[in-house]
Every structure is written in structure tokens, then in C-alpha cells.
């Protein structure tokens, strides 16, 4: 690739939304091209000029009740729509002028029977979601938020090391299992750490590597009759998820580095434990 | 001639009779008064229990992205009592057709609605800066000189760098706000956008080309 070549495509390969190969590729001119590899400093500066030091906008707490209490009159408006009844107020009021008239007794009966009848409304409406049929789905969002709030709560690793003779041990030690951890440095997946997690009932290994400046959360546990083995990928909230499985053990990848990146990962992780 | 109280007598009597014949539907269309009544509180009370399930999963759903919304608002219109109401609208606009969304990024689909609200304002207000604004100035400074030690030097000076930025024409402060501050994918910005990727990349390049030039301009209008 020429200069001109890599001009073009620097944008990308700074968002990291290029292709691995591609990837690999510019990584290699920048090493050699002392021009381009300003100008990619300059263009990382400035983005991370754009991202720490302009002012980020955030919403101010009257702005919050504002559209709350927007949206709540919101749903009052539907609800008067909705009753073809323009000024009658939409639920008869319980201290209405008719209520000596009507005998107490059966309005309790009534009411119960309302309430019976909204409860298996709501239960219909609420159980599907909830339903076995999502297992995967429920354990995806489990995963998004587990590799959320390793970030978060800057709780990435237990044990903080790029050496997986002492990730491994430890891990080893803490579990009923025992993980592989490749080192995948030389690939550029370098391992940050390992970590123990609580997913689907069970204690988990948790290992993070790390590419460019995202990270990959990878989950292991053994594989058990329940868990689909199946390969899997799946994007959510801008968040990848790749799934696979060997014979032992069942891995969760989750990132958000591109498709590609996270592609090659699992693939470069599975070489290496068919190796050990 | 019937006397007075012959006439009463009958009157009562009548009365009476007329009460017994139509007791049964006095107390009939009381019964059938309270199975209506019934009837449509149990209807409000199931649209009720629907708009306040719909209303729940709505603010589940796209409360924690107002930061993100008012954000991209207020940088594109430069004005924090523009940017609340158009937040606000696009909310309500949101909520209206929420039930026809079907995707899952939410927080995506929330800022499509609040980009086309706040460029609805900004096309009503006339605001001119929806084409490029200060070029000519920018073309009498020799921009091209400007070095990445230069970008590292003012990288922190927020004052100078949001000038820059909102000395940008909005379609470059969106991008750069989309990608850099809300970390979206160029999918996602694609989608919000209605543009291809391929354009996403290409006008990234740009504003981050123009950016650099204003940074440049102001450095060396300060010396």
C-alpha cells in the first residue's frame, strides 16, 4: 500500500472498522512511514481531543422531569381519546354522585373479577418474554452487562497480568476448572488479565485481552448438557458477542471491536488451545 | 261527581300499579347500567394497564439515552433552551410512534428522531450554518502547516477545540459528535445518518480535515 492508499483508509483503521487483514496491512506502513505515522498521531490526538476535552452536553435534572411529566400528560391525552367521551374524566371517579345508588356489594365482586382479569392480561402479556424460549437471549444480555460492568466499575481483572502462566494458576485455583489461557500477544490480542464472573448460575473465568484500545471479555465455563453448542454470533447495543464450544468447554467472546476483529480472535484462540 | 279523595284513592292506586309493572325494569336497567359501567371501566383500565406498560418499557428503554440526545441536540443547534425543547419534542415524537419500533437500538433510533427534530429547527430558523460558514477566513491561513505537535499541544484546551468544533457546519459537528462522544459505529452512523458507510468514512475524513484547519487558524490567530 502507498501513502495516498493509506490516507484513505486511516479514518477507518482509526475507528477500528477495517477488516483484520486490512488492518494488518496499515499497521505494517505505519511502522515503515514515518509521514504517515504523524499523521495518524495527529488524527488520534484529535479525536481524543473531540472525545475528553469538548464539552460533553449532559441532560440537566429539570430537563428529566420535564419530559417525564411531557410524557406521562402524553399517555392522559390517548387515554381521553380513547374513551369517545371528550370530557367525561376517563375513569369514573369512586365518589361519583351515582355510587349511593349502586349497592356496595356487587362493585367489590366486580372489582375483584377486574382485577383477576387484568392480572392474567398482564401475565399473558409479560410470561412470553420471560419464557425458556429466550434462554439465550436472557444469557446474551447477561453477558453485554457482565462485560459493561467489568469496564464500569473498573473491576477488569482479579489478577492483572499479561503472562498467562500466572493468569492461569490463579484462575486454576479459584475455580473447579481449569481454563486455557493462550497468549495471543503476538496476534494483537494481547492478555490484560484474568477474572472471576458470575454467569448463569455458576462461577465463570473470565479472561480479558485486549485489541488496540478495546477489550474482549471472553467467558469460559465447561460445557454442560443445557448450554447450546452451537456457533453463534450476535450483535446487540453495539456489542459483539461470538459463541463456540470444543468438546470441554463452552466460550462467550464480547467486545465491541468489529465483527472481523473478534472473528479472527476466536478463531486465533482456537488454534492455540487445539496446540496445548 | 268523585269526590277529592276518590280521585287521590285512584291516583295512588295507579300509581301504585304503574310502580309494580315497571319495578322489574326499574331494576333491570339498573342491573344493565352497572354491567356497562362495568364494561368500560374494565376497558380504560386494561388501555390504562397497556399505555402504562407501553409508557415503562419506553422510558426503560430510552430514558438513559438522554444525555446522548441532548448532547447531539445541543451541538448541532448551539443553543441549550433550542436543544431541551427539541429533546423534549423528539420524546414525545418518539413515544408516539414507539410501538411501531421494532429494533433493538434504541439509543440509535431515539437520536434519528432527534437529529430530524433539532435540523427541522434549525431549516425554520433559517440558521445559515448548515452550509460550510467561515471558509473564506479559513482559506487566508496556511493551514497545511499544521503538525500533529501542534494538535498534541492544544489537544486539552477545551475552550479552543469547541470553538473549533462549533465553528464546524453541522453536518461535520454530528459526525464527529456521533463517532467521537457517543462512540457509534459507522453502522449506526450510517442509520442515523441515512447514508452508506462508505460516506460515513469519507466525511468523517472531511471533518476531521476542516477541524484540523480551524484548529490551525485559531492557533495562529492567538500567536
Redesign the interface.
Known amino acids: 500500500m502507498n501513502c495516498e492508499e493509506i490516507a484513505d483508509l486511516m479514518g477507518g483503521y482509526l475507528d477500528g472498522e477495517l477488516d483484520a487483514l486490512t488492518s494488518q496491512k496499515i499497521e505494517q506502513h505505519l511502522r515503515d512511514c514515518n509521514k504517515c505515522e504523524e499523521g495518524f498521531e495527529a488524527d488520534t490526538a484529535l479525536a481524543h481531543a473531540i472525545t475528553q476535552s469538548a464539552p460533553y452536553y449532559k441532560a440537566t435534572a429539570e430537563l428529566r422531569q420535564r419530559i417525564q411529566s411531557s410524557l406521562r400528560d402524553a399517555v392522559g391525552a390517548k387515554d381521553k381519546d380513547g374513551s369517545g367521551q371528550p370530557g367525561q374524566p376517563s375513569v369514573p371517579r369512586p365518589q361519583g354522585e351515582r355510587r349511593p345508588v349502586v349497592s356496595q356489594v356487587p362493585w367489590n365482586w366486580l372489582a375483584l373479577a377486574a382485577a383477576i382479569i387484568l392480572g392474567a392480561l398482564i401475565t399473558a402479556v409479560f410470561l412470553p418474554r420471560m419464557g425458556a424460549p429466550n434462554a439465550d437471549q436472557f444469557l446474551a444480555t447477561q453477558l453485554i452487562a457482565s462485560h459493561v460492568r467489568s469496564l464500569m466499575a473498573n473491576h477488569l481483572t482479579d489478577i492483572p497480568s499479561s503472562d498467562q502462566h500466572t493468569v492461569k494458576p490463579w484462575l486454576d485455583a479459584k475455580l473447579d476448572f481449569a481454563a486455557p489461557v493462550p497468549d495471543l500477544s503476538s496476534h494483537g490480542f494481547p492478555l490484560i488479565g484474568g477474572r472471576l464472573d458470575y454467569l448463569d448460575n455458576r462461577s465463570v473465568a473470565a479472561l480479558v485481552y485486549q485489541k488496540r484500545k478495546h477489550f474482549i471479555n471472553l467467558f469460559i465455563w465447561p460445557t454442560t448438557p443445557k448450554d447450546n453448542t452451537a456457533q453463534t454470533m450476535v450483535e446487540r447495543e453495539g456489542y459483539h458477542l461470538v459463541h463456540w464450544s470444543d468438546g470441554d468447554f463452552t466460550y462467550w467472546a464480547v467486545s465491541d471491536v468489529n465483527i472481523n476483529d473478534l472473528q479472527s480472535f476466536k478463531q486465533l484462540f482456537e488454534q492455540q488451545t487445539v496446540r496445548h | 261527581m268523585a269526590s277529592v279523595a276518590e280521585v287521590n284513592g285512584f291516583k295512588n292506586i295507579m300509581a301504585a300499579t304503574l310502580e309494580a309493572e315497571y319495578a322489574f325494569d326499574v331494576e333491570d336497567l ?1 342491573s344493565r ?2 354491567v356497562v ?2 364494561a ?3 376497558r ?10 407501553e ?1 415503562a418499557s ?2 426503560a428503554m430510552m ?1 438513559p439515552c ?2 446522548a ?3 447531539l441536540a ?2 448541532l443547534l448551539r443553543n ?1 433552551q433550542d ?2 425543547d427539541v ?2 419534542e423528539a ?2 415524537r418518539a ?2 410512534s414507539f410501538a411501531g419500533f421494532r429494533g ?2 434504541g ?1 440509535a433510533w431515539l437520536l434519528t428522531i432527534v437529529r430530524n427534530t433539532a435540523y427541522t429547527l434549525l431549516k425554520k430558523n433559517r440558521t445559515a450554518d448548515l452550509t460550510t460558514a467561515f471558509d473564506e477566513e479559513i482559506h487566508a491561513t496556511d493551514y497545511k502547516s ?3 505537535a501542534t ?2 499541544e ?5 475552550e479552543l ?2 470553538n473549533a ?1 462549533d465553528g464546524l457546519p453541522a453536518e461535520f459537528r454530528e459526525i ?2 456521533l ?3 457517543e ?4 453502522n ?1 452512523i450510517g442509520d442515523i445518518l441515512k447514508i452508506p458507510i462508505g460516506t460515513v ?1 469519507s466525511r ?2 472531511r471533518a ?1 480535515g476542516k ?2 484547519q480551524y ?1 490551525a487558524a485559531s492557533v495562529s490567530q492567538e500567536k
Open positions: 339498573r347500567t352497572k359501567k362495568f368500560v371501566v374494565q380504560h383500565e386494561e388501555e390504562g394497564a397497556a399505555q402504562e406498560h409508557l419506553f422510558e430514558l438522554m444525555d440526545a441532548h448532547n445541543r451541538w441549550e436543544a431541551q429533546v423534549q420524546y414525545l413515544f408516539r433493538s437500538n439509543r499544521v503538525s500533529p494538535i498534541l492544544h489537544a486539552e484546551d477545551a477545540i469547541k468544533m464527529l459528535i463517532r467521537h462522544q462512540n457509534l459505529s459507522y449506526e468514512m468523517l475524513a476531521r477541524l484540523k484548529l
